[in-house]
């Protein structure tokens, strides 16, 4: 019904651009098919794999995208696919068929019902305006804070809570030169939608269903004003949690029965406010260079009194030089860190002498051989340590420490025969090594295809 439901949004919202575009000419709408997969991997254990989940492509995703843009409307409506889409299962072709083979990667519309000053957009989207981005050459992480991960995938990268992007929800835009201020407000639920909404996500992804009994929404707002050399912005949001949505997801993520089981106490407080927060800037007046810096600080504050509130940072670099005929380099650069405290209510820093740190560098390089021919390479690595007293205790009850390290490098051909089409092939290395654990390495061979009408 999940995947039916969407199949019917975007191709309504597909059919309503087809016919305000056929008003306007047509040449204002646009069709375009992103795959990115890897043909074939083999990693250190000599298990060979097609199709999976490594490829080309942030987060490595396929997407089928319509657009429109007109005047005074316009939107976009966009279609996941492919092993990304289906990361619970083993990413072959043949399991996939019939399971999650299709996610809602973006499906909103935007409307200037006043004029240029006011805009106003609602759906599923992701807005960073004001913020360069500069990562045309690198399949790259997004900007914001790095957290503290799981077991045995030690570090999250920024997402919808800790990155830059207002997200999801209904956007109002008011652009008055050189200022303008954007609000975000995302869906209030009820108890009954909110219920509804985990017991079907949960169900979908073949886990146990928990009850919501609370209402969460988030909200948000950024500044963004030209500086003449540049912009230079500043963003808050917040996410609301009850504390009882918190300790169900925990509840559930526990051991079933046994005496080996980690000790859990439910959280204190009733609600917890995920707070994202930073300024940036982006400078553009030195020609065929675009350089963004920008701060970010995540704290998840919890309302009970006796604990503590732990403030994680993401220092961000980005960088772009296409001064050279036929070159493109681009450079991200990203430092999070964060100190525990005694009482850390959350349990992943819990304890004065715990902390994280994390390093990301990346260099991506395109070097265009003809009209027809292009070659793309680049290199990464993602660096954490983190000490920890009781590391994400209330999960898995590890104390210790982590040290982590995972790099890559790849190259790839691109072959662009037609302008609205381009292929590209190529090989990447992925290595990653955990504490004293031997090193695991993935050599893959990545494809992609873009077509776009």
């Known amino acids: 019904m999940r995947i039916k439901s969407i199949f019917l949004g975007v191709a309504a919202f597909a059919m309503t651009g087809v016919l305000l575009s056929a008003q306007d000419g047509g040449d204002k709408t646009s069709l375009t098919l992103d795959f990115n997969a890897s043909a074939v991997s083999v990693n250190s254990d000599g298990d060979v794999d097609s199709f999976a989940d490594t490829g080309f492509g942030e987060d490595n995703e396929s997407t089928l995208s319509f657009s429109y843009e007109g005047e005074f409307f316009g939107g976009t409506a966009s279609l996941g696919f492919g092993p990304q889409s289906a990361s ?18 973006e499906l909103y519309v935007w409307i200037k019902p006043f004029g240029p000053n006011f805009k ?47 997200a999801n929800g209904f956007l109002v835009e008011a652009a008055f030169a050189p200022v303008t201020v954007q609000l975000l407000l995302g869906p209030n639920f009820s108890k009954a939608s909110a219920d509804d909404l985990f017991n079907t996500s949960f ?22 004003a030209d500086i003449g050399v540049g912009t230079i912005s500043a963003l808050f949001k917040t996410s609301y949690w009850p504390m009882s949505t918190y300790n169900a997801l925990m509840q559930m993520s526990l051991p079933e029965g046994g005496d080996d089981d980690p000790p859990w106490t439910p959280f204190a407080g009733t609600a917890a406010n995920n707070m994202t927060f930073g300024a940036y800037i982006d400078i553009t007046a030195v020609e ?5 810096l920008g701060y970010t600080g995540f704290m998840s504050y919890s309302d009970a009194d006796d604990v503590d509130n732990v403030l994680w940072n993401g220092i961000d670099l980005r960088a772009q030089y296409t001064g050279i005929p036929g070159l493109s380099i681009s450079t991200h650069h990203n430092v999070s860190f964060a100190q525990g405290a005694e009482k850390e209510w959350l349990g992943w820093l819990q304890g004065d002498d715990s902390s994280f740190f994390s390093l990301y560098n990346a260099v991506g390089v395109t070097k265009e051989l003809t009209e027809q021919f292009s070659i793309n390479a680049e290199i990464g690595n993602v660096f954490v340590k983190m000490k920890s007293e009781q590391q994400i205790v209330a999960i898995y009850g590890t104390p210790g420490d982590v040290d982590y390290d995972t790099f890559w490098g790849q190259a790839k051909l691109v072959v662009s025969p037609v302008e609205n089409a381009a292929f590209s092939i190529g090989l990447r290395f992925e290595g990653a090594k955990q504490d004293d654990e031997d090193l695991t390495a993935v050599f893959s061979v990545p494809i992609g295809i873009t077509v776009s009408f």
Do not use: C, Q, W
């Not at 619970?88 to 990667?105: N, T, Y």
């Not at 957009?121 to 004001?130: A, I």
């Not at 065929?288 to 963004?292: D, E, F, Q």
């Open 88 to 105: 619970h299962i083993d990413g072959e072709l043949a399991e996939m068929l019939g399971e999650k083979l299709f996610s809602l990667d």
């Open 120 to 166: 106003f957009t609602g759906g599923v989207f992701e807005n960073t305006d004001g913020i360069g981005d500069y990562t045309d050459d690198l399949d790259n992480f997004g900007m914001g804070a790095f957290l503290a991960g799981e077991a045995g995938d030690p570090f999250g990268d920024p997402g919808t809570e800790t990155g830059v992007g207002l």
């Open 203 to 224: 169900g979908y992804l073949g886990m146990t269903p928990i009850d919501i009994d609370s209402r969460f929404f988030h909200a948000g707002g950024r500044i963004i």
């Open 288 to 292: 065929n260079l675009g350089i963004s």
